[in-house]
């Protein structure tokens, strides 16, 4: 049974550990805010352009779009997100999993077509130790987001992309859904998914205004075939008769660049507010950990305290009772 120094010290031990967490969880909380306020206020904006950019795309016969083009992938690219410093729980251990799992569906690619863009020092170092292609360092962005960073690491992708130096995009990171849920995503960044707008209720429902891979084919089957009947006369196209200006070309050029930094940057944004957020739950965790194994070690100290006093007590009764 330890002493009453070392349990005195074990408490001490605790009651530091205890205030160092409790000050994370508060830093952690407080950066949270303002991650939270800035991921709230992009994501909205960034999902309406994808989904109108994703719909003109699919409804559009003449829209073509270079960065829409699937082909055998060859070479692929992984955007990964993790955070710079440790004590947030399993945020980086499940995005590094997801990473690896990811490289594992494509490892019969070879390690030299695998490229890693690590935005974080934790996945850069994962990536480092796994022997990946690194596609440099991307750590400075997990603490302090910059959209001119993103711009530029969209732009690198998009022109190796046209190029044919990377076949495909995919980008893993957490997305924050509110302080105590962060989602593991993996998503794909190029070429671009009409797929996700599928909904496979309407799938021949020319009135609806939700975009589908059926229905586009129905309706570019129809351009192409130049007849009419009388159920496409009474279904009204779905976004049939877009008005471009000032050109197809033009529009889909700033477009899609536009969504592709955006897509990026709010990613990031997502990543790290989950950051924050696992870091408050993991310290306000351990915080109540640190209460709980107080009140044990008092409970301990106490009852061998008042041990070693009964004792000294009986070795005087029994003195005395000698003499």
């Given amino acids: 049974m330890p002493s009453l120094k070392e349990i005195k010290g074990r408490i001490a031990s605790v009651n530091s550990t205890r205030k160092i967490t409790s000050a994370m969880k508060m830093v952690a909380s407080s950066k949270l805010h303002h991650a939270q306020v800035a991921i709230e206020n992009m994501l909205p904006y960034e999902t309406m ?34 955070s710079n410093s440790s004590l947030c729980g399993g945020f980086n251990t499940n995005v590094i999993k997801m990473m690896q799992q990811a490289v594992a569906e494509y490892e019969h690619l070879g390690k030299d077509n695998i490229i890693v863009y690590p935005i974080g020092r934790k996945v850069a170092e994962k990536v480092t130790k796994l022997g990946l292609k690194s596609a440099g360092d991307f750590t400075s ?36 859904k509110s302080a105590g849920s962060q989602i593991l995503t993996r998503k794909t960044f190029l070429p671009i998914d009409i797929s996700s707008e599928l909904n496979e209720d309407k799938e021949r429902d020319l009135t609806s205004n939700v975009a589908t891979r059926e229905a586009v084919e129905y309706l570019r089957q129809r351009d192409r075939n130049q007849t009419e009947n009388r159920e496409q006369k009474e279904a009204k196209p779905l976004n049939d008769n877009f008005i471009v200006e000032p050109s197809m070309d033009a529009v889909l050029s700033k477009l899609i660049p536009k969504l592709a930094h955006l897509m990026l940057y709010t990613a990031l944004l997502d990543s790290v507010a989950s950051e924050h957020a696992a870091r ?23 009852k061998s305290r008042q041990q070693a006093i009964t004792s000294e007590l009986l070795d005087i009764v029994g003195g005395t009772v000698n003499n």
């Fill in 49 to 82: 352009l994808e989904h109108i950019l994703k719909t003109f795309l699919a409804s559009e016969a003449d829209a073509r779009s270079r960065f829409e083009i699937e082909r055998p992938v060859k070479h692929i690219a992984f955007i990964v997100y993790s």
């Fill in 141 to 176: 962005l997990a603490d302090k987001p910059n959209v001119q960073q993103c711009i530029d690491i969209a732009m690198e992708l998009g022109q190796k992309f046209v190029k044919g130096e990377i076949d495909r995009v995919e980008m893993i990171y957490h997305h924050f």
């Fill in 280 to 302: 408050m739950v993991a310290m306000q965790t351990a915080t109540d950990n640190a209460d709980e194994l107080l009140r044990d070690l008092n409970l301990q100290y106490n």
